[in-house]
């Protein structure tokens, strides 16, 4: 069923370069590498097809989003397999994301159909108002244009070629440009296979979809500074994002780039929530820590309580658990290396004491477990750092009143955690103001690792846990990055976006 080859704009595109896949398991596959040729070919292809998609109705949009989804459904089977084979996670994950996949699209088809999406607003005219009269204004929410999406190593499916850049961009009206990751070509091929068969389906035109194969610097670059492109979703490391957004931003008309780019996601543990549960607490935690091989963004990196006989119960549990934990595998040989460097980086800093740890030379891992107290955590950047995969860190602070100095140094983030219980709401209270400045999602007595698709959701956060902290990767109002507002003076009405006669009697 693979072709190995790029989708642009409905044809299955070949070219000379090439790149070989790294799956987990199976056979190596010769896929077609990406190149500036090709992004301009499908950017070119999306630019025409905006000017007759971003003007579709909501049911016509609506209709897309959910025939993607039946088709991803029906080949279900497919993608679990080959999902499996490239990135090395269990069949059940897989299955899972498949169905925060569809579930996505489904929702953001059922989002717009209600139409609040626009916010429309109407200013009558006031033609008798003195000393000068007010026109007729009408304001609406309309699509930006060409989205480009990179696909995300850590999530195939979910944030990948159908995740929720895409759905939110082809919900909004941008046709979409997706930049297929290296760690699993086949699974973006299967899946774009889904899409083209939903635009034909739906009688769109063609160019609202492409998938370029990655495979080189080359075609992410060619990406970003493509004119026609207006914005960026991103989702990946804090270098390669880092680098993507200052290309953008250095463009001759510079652009958005909503970038995810990771999070040490701290958990606060308070006094008597550590005293009545501590154990409870630090079997969540390892848990949470290994989800996925520490290969979430929300993996809680970092917990952070009062020192004292509580917290050396914490600690021994936490540490009993992760002894236990089995060895996962990494999506990719370098998700892999750049976990043992980071590893034996902590490892060597002062002041930190490892109680769990594993050295592997395969692309699988085990937990690490260090602990250091509060002064030298703050004293050391190094330890403040993200280390994708399932590495953490126990802070053992001097007081309750330290956790407020570690909130308001620590950068932003994409989660913080309180672990409370009554008698600690006093003190949680003095630490809220910090956590709200710091984190787009403030959880109490959970932890961060499930991120529900829906309207209140923020996935996002102050930087470096994202490079836009007024935006959201998940849920509806992730549609927002891809619309802008547009005010329409003295227009007749048959010719404004959104406006229905009706409702404006």
């Given at each position: 069923?693979?072709?190995?080859?790029?989708?642009?704009?409905?044809e299955w595109?070949d070219n000379?370069?090439?790149?070989?896949?790294?799956?987990?398991t199976?056979?190596?596959k010769t896929?077609s590498?990406?190149t500036?040729?090709?992004?301009?070919?499908?950017?070119?292809?999306?630019?025409d097809?905006f000017?007759s998609?971003?003007w579709t109705?909501?049911?016509?949009r609506?209709?897309?989003?959910?025939t993607?989804?039946?088709e991803?459904d029906?080949?279900?089977?497919?993608?679990?397999?080959?999902?499996?084979?490239?990135?090395?996670?269990?069949?059940?994950?897989l299955?899972?994301?498949?169905?925060?996949?569809?579930?996505?699209?489904r929702l953001f088809?059922?989002?717009?159909e209600k139409?609040?999406y626009?916010?429309?607003?109407?200013?009558a005219?006031m033609?008798?108002?003195?000393?000068l009269?007010r026109?007729?204004?009408?304001?609406s929410q309309?699509p930006?244009?060409?989205v480009?999406?990179?696909?995300?190593?850590?999530f195939?499916l979910?944030?990948s070629?159908?995740?929720g850049d895409?759905?939110s961009?082809?919900?909004?009206?941008?046709p979409?440009?997706v930049?297929?990751?290296e760690?699993?070509?086949?699974?973006?091929?299967?899946?774009?296979?889904?899409?083209?068969?939903?635009?034909k389906?739906c009688?769109?035109?063609q160019?609202?979809f492409?998938l370029?194969q990655?495979?080189?610097?080359?075609?992410?670059?060619?990406?970003?500074q493509?004119?026609?492109?207006?914005?960026?979703g991103?989702?990946?490391?804090?270098?390669?994002?880092?680098?993507l957004?200052?290309?953008c931003?250095s463009r001759?008309?510079?652009?958005?780039f909503f970038g995810?780019l990771g999070?040490?996601?701290?958990?606060f543990?308070?006094?008597n929530?550590?005293?009545?549960?501590?154990?409870?607490?630090a079997?969540?935690?390892?848990?949470?820590l290994c989800?996925?091989a520490?290969?979430?963004?929300?993996?809680?990196g970092?917990?952070?309580?009062?020192?004292?006989?509580?917290?050396?119960?914490?600690?021994?549990?936490a540490?009993?658990a992760l002894?236990?934990?089995?060895?996962?595998p990494m999506?990719?040989?370098?998700i892999?290396?750049?976990?043992?460097?980071?590893?034996?980086?902590?490892?060597?800093?002062?002041?930190?004491e490892?109680?769990?740890?594993?050295?592997?030379?395969?692309?699988?891992?085990?937990?690490?477990?260090?602990?250091?107290?509060?002064?030298?955590w703050?004293a050391?950047?190094?330890?403040?750092?993200?280390?994708f995969?399932?590495l953490g860190?126990v802070?053992?602070?001097?007081?309750?009143?330290?956790?407020?100095?570690?909130?308001?140094?620590?950068e932003?983030q994409l989660?913080?955690?309180?672990?409370i219980d009554?008698?600690d709401?006093?003190?949680?209270?003095?630490?809220?103001?910090?956590l709200?400045r710091?984190?787009g999602?403030?959880?109490a007595?959970?932890?961060?690792t499930?991120?529900?698709?829906c309207?209140a959701m923020?996935?996002?956060?102050?930087?470096p846990?994202?490079?836009n902290?007024?935006?959201t990767?998940v849920g509806?109002?992730?549609?927002?990055?891809?619309?802008r507002p547009v005010?329409?003076?003295?227009?007749?009405?048959?010719?404004?976006?959104?406006?229905k006669?009706?409702?404006?009697?």
């Amino acid at each position: 069923m693979l072709t190995g080859r790029h989708l642009i704009a409905g044809e299955w595109v070949d070219n000379a370069q090439k790149f070989v896949s790294s799956p987990f398991t199976g056979h190596a596959k010769t896929y077609s590498c990406g190149t500036a040729d090709l992004i301009d070919r499908a950017v070119q292809a999306a630019e025409d097809a905006f000017m007759s998609f971003g003007w579709t109705t909501e049911a016509e949009r609506a209709k897309l989003l959910r025939t993607i989804a039946d088709e991803i459904d029906a080949r279900g089977a497919e993608i679990t397999e080959i999902g499996c084979a490239e990135s090395g996670l269990p069949e059940m994950r897989l299955n899972g994301e498949r169905g925060r996949t569809v579930g996505q699209l489904r929702l953001f088809a059922d989002y717009i159909e209600k139409g609040e999406y626009l916010e429309l607003t109407h200013d009558a005219a006031m033609p008798d108002r003195a000393p000068l009269p007010r026109p007729d204004l009408r304001l609406s929410q309309r699509p930006i244009g060409p989205v480009a999406v990179f696909g995300a190593s850590n999530f195939p499916l979910a944030f990948s070629t159908a995740g929720g850049d895409t759905a939110s961009a082809l919900a909004a009206g941008c046709p979409v440009v997706v930049k297929g990751h290296e760690a699993h070509p086949g699974t973006a091929e299967i899946v774009a296979q889904a899409i083209d068969a939903a635009i034909k389906s739906c009688g769109m035109h063609q160019g609202v979809f492409s998938l370029v194969q990655g495979g080189s610097h080359e075609v992410g670059t060619a990406l970003v500074q493509h004119p026609l492109i207006k914005a960026v979703g991103f989702t990946g490391s804090l270098a390669g994002g880092r680098a993507l957004f200052e290309l953008c931003t250095s463009r001759p008309e510079p652009i958005p780039f909503f970038g995810e780019l990771g999070s040490i996601n701290p958990n606060f543990i308070f006094p008597n929530a550590l005293a009545n549960r501590s154990e409870a607490i630090a079997a969540g935690w390892a848990s949470s820590l290994c989800m996925g091989a520490g290969q979430f963004c929300t993996k809680p990196g970092i917990v952070l309580l009062v020192e004292g006989p509580d917290a050396d119960t914490f600690i021994a549990t936490a540490k009993d658990a992760l002894d236990k934990t089995d060895e996962q595998p990494m999506l990719t040989d370098g998700i892999a290396s750049a976990y043992r460097s980071g590893t034996a980086k902590i490892a060597g800093e002062p002041g930190v004491e490892e109680l769990v740890g594993t050295t592997s030379t395969t692309r699988s891992a085990k937990p690490y477990m260090f602990v250091t107290d509060g002064d030298n955590w703050l004293a050391n950047k190094e330890l403040q750092e993200e280390v994708f995969g399932p590495l953490g860190i126990v802070v053992k602070l001097k007081s309750v009143e330290q956790m407020q100095e570690v909130a308001r140094h620590i950068e932003g983030q994409l989660t913080c955690t309180i672990h409370i219980d009554a008698a600690d709401h006093a003190e949680a209270r003095k630490l809220m103001p910090f956590l709200e400045r710091k984190a787009g999602r403030v959880l109490a007595n959970g932890f961060a690792t499930g991120v529900e698709v829906c309207g209140a959701m923020v996935h996002g956060g102050p930087y470096p846990a994202s490079t836009n902290f007024g935006a959201t990767s998940v849920g509806t109002m992730a549609i927002r990055r891809f619309l802008r507002p547009v005010s329409y003076q003295d227009i007749p009405l048959e010719l404004t976006p959104g406006f229905k006669a009706e409702e404006m009697a």
